[in-house]
């Protein structure tokens, strides 16, 4: 693999995560009932940043979960070897609650979908909102987030890669080229 182009640093993350905060406020006209829910890995330290930018803006603290959709995914069967679950935490009830919904990268759709089975089964929020760092493009089911911080066309011989200092030491998004 080898990397293509770098589409946002340090800098235009950060001001991208900012500019979702205050649309997800806008949209939701404050933070009274507002829940942020990461899918792991990134997605959950994504969903901190965004909790944090919230606090900067409405001086309060909103919930924030972290979700685990292993088990809910719809290729599970065809992974070789054990999955690697790992925990979901949710401590807070979503009933009636406008939950974000936050991912790294938004692709085929089908992580999203699983989300959302898995989401069901802590309850049902009053609406379901998607923010997500980068849209690539290629759905193969009829999802649309609702916060993007980039658009990036590209290939399906290309890998959108995120890297936040939480997990890789350093925040960046990079295409690669697969082969």
């Not at 829910?37 to 924030?64: F, H, M, P, S, W």
């Amino acid at each position: 693999m080898r990397e293509k182009a770098r589409i946002l640093d340090k800098d235009a993350i950060a001001r991208a995560i900012i500019r979702i905060a205050h649309e997800i406020v806008e949209r939701n006209k404050g933070i009274d009932n507002l829940c942020l829910v990461g899918i792991r890995n990134r997605g959950v330290y994504l969903a901190q940043r965004l909790a944090d930018c919230i606090k900067n803006i409405e001086g309060q603290d909103v919930l924030t979960g972290a979700l685990d959709i292993t088990l809910y995914r719809d290729d599970l069967a065809l992974a070789s070897g054990q999955p690697l679950v790992r925990k979901t935490e949710i401590e807070f009830d979503i009933n009636a609650k406008n939950l974000v919904l936050v991912d790294d990268v938004l692709y085929t759709g089908r992580t999203v979908r699983a989300a959302l089975d898995a989401l069901v089964d802590f309850g049902r929020p009053k609406s379901i909102q998607l923010a997500v760092l980068v849209d690539r493009g290629h759905r193969e089911l009829p999802v649309r987030a609702d916060y993007a911080g980039k658009n990036i066309p590209t290939s399906k011989d290309e890998t959108v890669e995120v890297r936040l200092e939480e997990t890789e030491g350093r925040d960046e998004v990079v295409i690669v080229e697969k082969g």
